[in-house]
């Protein structure tokens, strides 16, 4: 029997100010969404308020989730495939289960909320230990892991949410594959101080940072690798410690983006 369902892929990220983290993270996952779904309209949303009307200020149209949902239904979609680029299943990721009617996180795969005869919500980057294992394996293939006497530091965002504790589920998901020198820190939760006591103890010759952000924008540019006095960068280098900085979101490696396909066509 032909299916008549008119089906929309939707790809929902937490946005970002920056053009080129915009093209760079946001648009490859999308592109790679809609190469591997070509059969379904294509739609974009961000969860972030802030950052969507910083844009619209600066003549940049950019959907909320609400007004995703509203153009698709004025559209006539009836089967929404909703793909979120969040890394955790973290606050911002459960307003997309808010908004198509799911007020906390479920294990369905697909829902039914009014509107929509058909809603499948993917995982973001990381929900359980399948995913903490898959992603160790590809990043321990995407970033430049350290010699014995060097360090590699993945700095996260951090969230006040129970997520939270899945950058320690990395760390020690590293260090079960053999790399123990690498750590884990949040730019919101991990301390300057707490921070340079783990360092210590490796007593590292070179360190080296990478983000561990969706995108690369402006909190890896300014926090992470700034030149102000207080970025990360600049509180290692005054410590006497020979750092650098690999500029790249996590969005923007194919290896990643395969994780997002992967887990939108788990659901189909």
Same mark, same amino acid.
């Given at each position: ?12 990220? !937490? ?39 910083? *844009? ?29 680029? $969040? ?12 908004? !198509?009617?799911?007020?906390?996180? =479920? ?28 992603? =160790? ?9 350290? =010699? ?8 996260? $965002? ?15 998901? !590293? ?10 820190? =949040? ?25 561990? *952000? !969706? ?20 509180? *290692? ?25 992967? $887990?939108?066509?788990?659901? *189909?």
């Amino acid at each position: 029997m032909k299916d008549n369902r008119k089906k929309a892929l939707l790809v929902v990220s !937490f946005g970002t100010s920056d053009p080129g983290g915009r093209k760079n993270s946001i648009e490859s996952v999308e592109n790679a969404l809609r190469e591997a779904f070509p059969d379904r309209q294509f739609y974009r949303a961000w969860t972030s308020g802030m950052i969507i009307s910083i *844009l619209s200020k600066r003549g940049v149209h950019v959907d909320s989730l609400e007004d995703a949902i509203l153009r698709m239904k004025e559209e006539g979609i009836d089967d929404v495939l909703v793909q979120p680029t $969040h890394v955790l299943p973290g606050i911002e990721y459960e307003k997309i289960l808010k908004a !198509f009617g799911v007020h906390e996180a =479920t294990d369905e795969n697909s829902i039914l909320p009014s509107g929509f005869r058909k809603v499948h919500i993917g995982r973001p980057l990381i929900s359980n230990d399948e995913d903490i294992k898959e992603l =160790t394996s590809v990043l321990r293939k995407t970033f430049p892991l350290p =010699t014995e006497k060097e360090l590699l530091i993945c700095v996260g $965002h951090g969230t006040r949410h129970k997520a939270n504790e899945i950058y320690k589920q990395m760390e020690d998901s !590293f260090h079960k594959e053999g790399s123990d020198n690498v750590i884990f820190v =949040t730019l919101e939760g991990s301390g300057a101080s707490s921070i340079m006591e783990r360092i210590k103890s490796f007593d590292p010759t070179k360190i080296c940072l990478v983000p561990f *952000l !969706f995108v690369c924008g402006e909190h890896a540019r300014n926090d992470i690798g700034g030149k102000d006095a207080d970025s990360l960068l600049s509180l *290692l280098k005054r410590a006497g410690y020979d750092t650098h900085v690999v500029m790249k979101g996590l969005g923007e490696y194919p290896l990643v983006q395969s994780i997002y396909v992967e $887990h939108a066509r788990e659901l *189909l």
